[in-house]
T-cell receptor
């Protein structure tokens, strides 16, 4: 079972460059999420989506954009990369939002901005 | 508002000895609680969850956790550590607030297992 798939796994960007982190899930989940993980800080929610065409900001949305054109895909875009965006990015999905429903995570994208 | 505190950033145990990873939470509403494990260069994998049923929850790989409402704790235990348990562990609380569920992650506890 593929679950949640993220690409690329690693990437180095220069300051000011842009890129899109890809995320796709094959579980037909309506809810999808983007997190960033910084050392010793746990995970912080960047954006989430409750279904195709509907997205909303999380705790740390500045510098990022998302779109959700299909149930399966939820790409995260960095328009002007900054060193503060060096992090590990995780995409997750769930059948319901919150409550007893756990989230399913991809293996992450490790992004360095130099 | 809700919060999660993992009381130890790093725990080191010898192989074959018990594991205790501590987690305290605060929540205005009845929460759901989760423990996730993250192996190096991998995503988070669900170990177990508490959802207001039995207070002692059994998970995968021999882990279990006990929900103690009076102590607002959800500590993770395992009777005998294995080398493959070396990883980072996250305690997570999900609770209803302002009409929507919010997920809050602890900062993680790194578990080292000494042969």
């Amino acid at each position: 079972n593929a679950g949640v798939t993220q690409t690329p796994k690693f990437r180095i960007l220069k300051i000011g460059q842009s890129m899109t982190l890809q995320c796709t899930q094959d579980m037909n989940h309506n809810y999808m999420y983007w997190y960033r993980q910084d050392p010793g800080m746990g995970l912080k929610l960047i954006y989430y989506s409750v279904g195709a065409g509907i997205t909303d900001k999380g705790e740390v949305p500045n510098g990022y954009n998302v779109s959700r054109s299909t149930t399966e895909d939820f790409p995260l875009r960095l328009e002007l990369a900054a060193p503060s965006q060096t992090s590990v990015y995780f995409c997750a999905s769930s059948y319901l939002k919150g409550g007893p429903e756990p989230q399913h995570f991809g293996d992450g994208t490790r992004l360095s901005i130099l | 508002a809700q919060s999660v505190t993992q009381l130890d950033s790093h725990v080191s145990v010898s192989e074959g000895t018990p594991v205790l990873l501590r987690c305290n939470y605060s929540s205005s509403y009845s929460p759901s609680l989760f423990w996730y494990v993250q192996h190096p260069n991998k995503g988070l994998q669900l170990l177990l969850k508490y959802t207001s049923a039995a207070t002692l929850v059994k998970g995968i790989n021999g882990f279990e956790a006990e929900f103690k409402k009076s102590e607002t704790s959800f500590h993770l235990t395992k009777p005998s550590a294995h080398m493959s348990d070396a990883a980072e562990y996250f305690c997570v609380v999900s609770a209803l607030g302002a009409g929507s569920y919010h997920l809050t992650f602890g900062k993680g506890t790194k578990l080292s297992v000494i042969p």
